[in-house]
């Protein structure tokens, strides 16, 4: 059982930064395909941006050049890099952990993410 924990998310202007992280307890993140989802006030949750077990990054369209997203092995833990945050960023980011043989998939709790403008 893989339990992940994002934080630092936040309250941020228009055109700000942010770098949420998440964290692997209980467990070892190497073997996982990591992924940041969001939900937006009253929609349904989309991909973000995902990095494979060897380092390959996949983004949506709309946020290409804005977000990246990298992973430490060694530490559990999985970062996206936000900047030049809209207003339209504003939503819950989850990660998620996914073994590619058994397509088992973990979530976390999600990290608020308000952008002001």
């Known amino acids: 059982q893989v339990q992940l924990v994002e934080t630092w998310g936040g309250l941020v202007h228009a055109g700000g930064s942010l770098r949420p992280f998440c964290t692997a307890f209980r467990s070892t993140l190497g073997n996982h395909c990591m992924s940041w989802y969001r939900q937006p006030p009253g929609k349904q949750r989309e991909l973000v941006a995902s990095?494979?077990?060897?380092?390959?990054?996949n983004y949506a369209d709309f946020v290409k050049g804005r977000f990246t997203i990298t992973r430490d092995n060694a530490k559990n833990t999985a970062y996206q890099q936000i900047i030049n945050l809209r207003t339209e960023d504003a939503a819950v980011y989850y990660c998620s952990a996914l073994e590619p043989m058994t397509q088992r998939q973990y979530w976390g709790v999600g990290t608020q993410v308000t952008v002001s403008s």
């Open positions: 990095i494979s077990t060897d380092g390959m990054t």
